[in-house]
Nanobody
Framework: QVQLVESGGGLVQPGGSLRLSCVAS????????MSWYRQAPGKERELVAI????????TYADSVKGRFTVSRDNPKNTLYLQMNSLKPDDTAVYFC?????????????WGQGTQVTVSS
């Protein structure tokens, strides 16, 4: 019953902020590198941010650097994405993701997604 469930999306004005959450079940979040992706209508899914197992190292897409912050609370099995200074181009469905890589084979695990709409 491996599962990722996102929440926290919604409608926000340009310049506003949202915090997304992703709760993992069926595995320990602390054992996995975690990522956030997003997908806008008609566009390919793109990588937004990556966070190491401990949370000490993060990587961001150029388009969100300085505005988004990925973090994790491993005891709560929860991944976060703090989004500030939001722009209309940030409008997308946001997904959390990990690769369990069990028994030498990748096992891609995606959340169901949460909608973020940035509009005035």
């Amino acid at each position: 019953q491996v599962q990722l469930v996102e929440s926290g999306g919604g409608l926000v004005q340009p310049g506003g902020s949202l915090r997304l959450s992703c709760v993992a079940s069926g595995f320990s979040l602390s054992t996995r590198v975690m990522s956030w992706y997003r997908q806008a209508p008609g566009k390919e899914r793109e990588l937004v941010a990556i966070i190491s197992r401990s949370g000490g190292d993060t990587t961001y897409a150029d388009s969100v650097k300085g505005r988004f912050t990925v973090s994790r609370d491993n005891p709560k099995n929860t991944l976060y994405l703090q989004m500030n200074s939001l722009k209309p181009d940030d409008t997308a469905v946001y997904f959390c993701y990990t690769d369990l890589a069990l028994r030498g084979q990748s096992q891609h695990v995606w959340g169901q997604g949460t909608q973020v709409t940035v509009s005035s």
